[in-house]
């Protein structure tokens, strides 16, 4: 008989800490403030060497994905501000960000390796990227075509200099 009123004391602190759970955002794992950030930037890779040199801009307006458990599945997203740089703030665990390459654009850094979120934050966490080769080529006129073209100009231009007669 004396055990009856401790089992009913400690049935009423599960259920106060379900309930607990539940009004500080449903599961127990996610409540409280996040461990860390992830931070980066999107950047026009002038040269196309996979870094970001000095003088090589940040990209504005760009989609940063983040696969929370690096398990195929996007969860959240990013735009990428004026300076081309992005955060999220994370509680600790795998993720796996990913950038959405802009249209004309081809991604020149090998995408970044997966983040492991301890409470520490995480930055430099960078996508670069190019101008994509134009698939509209200028009409082939090629060199030498250019050259005499530009040798039919230079006479025009000295006959018309001596005595604009051209003969
Ligand atoms: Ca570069
Ligand atoms: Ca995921």
Redesign the pocket.
Known sequence: MSSRPRSCRVERWIVLAAVLALVSGGSPLRAGVPAGSISGVSYDDLNGDGTRDPGEPGLAGVTIQL?????????DTRITGAAGDYSFFVFNGLY?LRQVTPVGRVQTSADPADVFMNSTNVSNVDFGSELAPSVVEVPALGDAGLVALAALLLIAALALLRGGDVR
Request: charge should be negative; avoid cysteine.
């Open positions: 696969d929370e458990d690096a398990n195929g599945t996007f969860d796996r």
